[in-house]
Every structure is written in C-alpha cells, then in structure tokens.
C-alpha cells in the first residue's frame, strides 16, 4: 500500500500570501489531521477530519483552515502568511474512528515565509 | 489534559550497545503511548503503541518499550544499537479521552557512534 503522499514537499511564500497544502492518505484511510513542526514550539496539532467534518481543532488563529473531500484527501490553507508561520507541516491518516489507531505519517510539506 | 515528557534532550550511545530513550506520562484513564521516528527531512515514522495488555512492547526495527505504571513511564529500548537508529525520537499520548489529536513530547536526538 502507498503511504501518505503530500505535495508539495518544499514551498517558499511571501508574507501576506495564502498557501494550500494537500494530502491523500493511505488508501481506505478515512481520518486526515494535520500537525505543524517547528523548532521552537515542537509538534503542535492543527486539526483533524474524518468523514468530510472537521472532528477537532488546535489551538490556531482562524488563518489557519482545512476541508476534506469525499475520497478522503484533505487540503489545508494558511492565509495572510506570518514569518512565524514558517514550519514543517506534517499529514497523518489513520483507518477510522477509534481515537487510538495509529496515524501515519506523510513525509511533510515544508513551508518557507521570506 | 494529557501530556508526555522526554526529559533527554540527547542520548549518545556507541554502536552495538543497548539503548534507552526515556519518556514519562500524565493521563487521566487508561494510557495509550506512542513512540515515533523522525529521519531528517522525513516525516514521522511509526515505531510502537501500547493499549492494554504486556507491559513489553515490540515495534519495528528491533526496538521495544516498556510500560511501567507505578513510575508512569514508557521508555523505548532496543538491545543493540546501530548507526542507523541515529535520529529524533518522539513519544505521544492523545491530548485527551476520545480525541485523536496527540501531543508529542519534545523530541530525544539519538545519536549512536560507530
């Protein structure tokens, strides 16, 4: 089976801008979240989607945003980009709806602000 | 809310030598515990989970963790070290009772000299 597959893997925006990110997990995979990874605050969680409802969010400003669509990919947008926002942003899918499944990990999209 | 702590910031271990990677946790409930991977520029890989049952765990790669309730710990170990285990270690425990999202600890650099 293919492993969680994001694109794109490297990114460079300017402030201000607004990126999207998309992630197709492993296939039959229903739950999607999204992490973001920096050096100063470690892994932090975003959100989490299953079924194309949003099930949990973090604790980020409204910038921040995801959806999921029926085939399960999910995409996650960032507007107004902050230099701060600069960080790797990690998928992970997991089969269903038990919170103890393991989630997988894709290999990251690493986000650059200038 | 739950949480886990890696009190090593670094572990160094010569190579053939067996090997410890600390983490303890705070939960309300029932424990579950994570151990990850993180290879550089990758994103995270599964190594083991304990749910119920043994407290010795085995995982991928040779490595196994032991989950010790009386001093709240879930330290991974593996018997013999190899170069290649050289990487950034993470334990994780969902935030809370039913929620997918997980909060990982700080991270613990393994490094393992030849």
């Known amino acids: 089976k293919a492993g969680v597959t994001q694109t794109p893997r490297y990114l460079i925006k300017t402030r201000g801008q607004q990126v999207t990110l998309s992630c197709s997990p492993i296939?039959?995979?229903?739950?999607v979240s999204w992490y973001q990874q920096t050096p100063g605050q470690g892994l932090q969680f975003l959100f989490e989607y299953f079924s194309e409802t949003q099930r949990n969010k973090g604790n980020f400003p409204g910038r921040f945003s995801g959806r999921q669509f029926s085939n399960s990919r999910s995409e996650m947008n960032v507007s107004t980009l902050e230099l701060g926002d600069s960080a790797l942003y990690l998928c992970?899918?997991?089969?269903?709806?038990?919170?103890?499944?393991?989630?997988?990990f894709g290999p990251g999209t690493r986000l650059t602000v200038l | 809310a739950q949480s886990v702590a890696q009190p090593e910031d670094q572990v160094n271990v010569a190579e053939g030598n067996p090997l410890t990677v600390k983490c303890t946790y705070s939960v309300s409930g029932n424990p579950y515990l994570f151990w990850y991977v993180q290879y550089p520029n990758r994103g995270l890989q599964f190594l083991l989970k304990?749910?119920?049952?043994?407290?010795l765990v085995k995982g991928s790669y040779g490595f196994e963790a032991e989950f010790n309730k009386s001093q709240t710990s879930f330290h991974l170990k593996k018997p013999s070290a190899l170069v290649s285990d050289s990487a950034l270690y993470f334990c994780a425990v969902p935030e809370d009772t039913g929620r997918r999202a997980l909060t990982f600890g700080s991270g613990t650099r393994l490094q393992v000299q030849p």
């Open positions: 296939s039959g995979h229903r739950s």
């Open positions: 304990y749910i119920t049952g043994d407290n």
């Open positions: 992970a899918s997991s089969p269903g709806e038990v919170y103890t499944d393991t989630q997988y």
